[in-house]
């Protein structure tokens, strides 16, 4: 059973597209969020929603929205893709289980902007 | 804000001991966290400490020492699986997201 799961996997399109990446995740969790992993495999939180709520927005371009149309899914949509939008997005969910503090990631979507 | 620092890169070969330390600057603390990832895939847990000490699973540990904004991941007895890129993470008081380090990539070699 997959945790979170992320489609589509590899993404490659052209600039000025506007392009969908959808997550899902089936552990119950309220909390879920968008990360950006660049060439140099910083990673970076994008946007995180707490039960179909936005509270974190970092400074992201306005191109990115994300949508959370129930607190088990978290949708990220790109509008008008620029060569700088190819990266690694990652999913992740929150889990606050006894005593730890953990977050589930989905396994990624490489999106390559030509 | 948040900032982190740990070493780039890490050698060592296998059975041997590494360390891989991380130092934080946050406005508020919460705890810090571990994560491995291999080339290609997701962050995967591994680790947690919100209180000074020492956390152990299995071959790996993990410390923190709060009034020294430090803490390391220990690896024992290194193996070729464990060549990947382990990211230290911290949470303060006022994010429910995690601020991560740039990384460390273990080479462990034969």
């Known amino acids: 059973d997959t945790a979170v799961s992320q489609t589509p996997k590899y993404l490659v399109t052209q600039m000025g597209n506007d392009k969908s990446i959808k997550c899902e995740q089936n552990l119950g969790h309220d909390t879920m969020y968008w990360y950006k992993q660049d060439s140099k495999k910083f990673l970076k939180i994008m946007f995180s929603y707490n039960n179909k709520e936005l509270i974190i927005n970092e400074t992201v371009p306005n191109r990115f929205s994300p949508k959370s149309p129930d607190k088990a899914h978290l949708n990220l949509h790109i509008n008008s893709l620029e060569l700088g939008d190819s990266a690694v997005y990652f999913c992740?969910?929150?889990?606050?289980?006894?005593?730890?503090?953990?977050?589930?990631f989905g396994p990624g979507t490489r999106l390559t902007v030509l | 804000g948040q900032s982190l620092e740990q070493p780039s890169e890490v050698t060592a070969v296998e059975g041997a001991i590494v360390q891989i330390n991380c130092t934080y600057q946050?406005?508020?603390?919460?705890?810090l966290s571990w994560y491995q990832q291999h080339d290609g895939g997701a962050p995967t847990f591994l680790s947690y400490?919100?209180?000074?000490g020492l956390e152990e699973t299995g071959r790996f540990s993990s410390f923190l020492s709060r009034s020294d904004s430090y803490g390391y991941l220990l690896l024992q007895e290194l193996q070729m699986k464990d060549s990947a890129s382990y990211f230290c993470?911290?949470?303060?008081?006022?994010?429910?997201?995690?601020?991560f380090g740039s990384g460390t990539r273990l080479q462990v070699q034969p």
């Open positions: 400490n919100a209180l000074d």
């Open positions: 992740a969910s929150r889990s606050l289980a006894g005593s730890t503090d953990t977050q589930y």
């Open positions: 993470a911290v949470r303060d008081t006022g994010r429910r997201a995690l601020t």
């Open positions: 946050t406005s508020g603390f919460y705890g």
